[in-house]
């Protein structure tokens, strides 16, 4: 399967942007639908923004038209660009796939990075 390591977490101010990257090694991300979550302390893990192979995206309510989920298949990294941050976005981001042939639900993603920490004030 594939590895995934993500960076880009910071500290930033309210109204900020920030953009996270999530590096895959061991297999092409092309074989994957891939997408950003975010977990809270003592709160379940959510689905912020997903891309399938065909360049198709989807979003979580909470962050349409403030966030942008891209890839590079080229060199196998994919982008969560984040603008107009709240204090309501602080959490830690995980970068997250599934392999084709799985439906591509939130549920089913089942290969996850370390996370990356974002927090806003």
């Known amino acids: 399967h594939v590895q995934l390591v993500e960076s880009g977490g910071a500290s930033v101010q309210v109204g900020g942007s920030l953009r996270l990257s999530c590096v895959a090694s061991?297999?092409?991300?092309?074989?994957?639908?891939m997408g950003w979550f975010r977990q809270i302390p003592d709160q379940e893990r959510e689905g912020v923004a997903g891309i399938e192979n065909d360049g198709s995206t989807s979003y979580a309510d909470s962050v349409k038209g403030r966030f942008t989920i891209s890839q590079d298949s080229a060199k196998d990294i994919l982008y969560l660009q984040m603008h107009s941050l709240k204090p309501e976005d602080t959490a830690m981001y995980y970068c997250a796939a599934v392999p084709l042939g799985t439906l591509c639900r939130w549920e089913n993603f089942s290969i996850w990075g370390q996370g990356t920490q974002v927090t806003v004030s």
């Open positions: 061991g297999d092409t991300i092309g074989r994957y639908c």
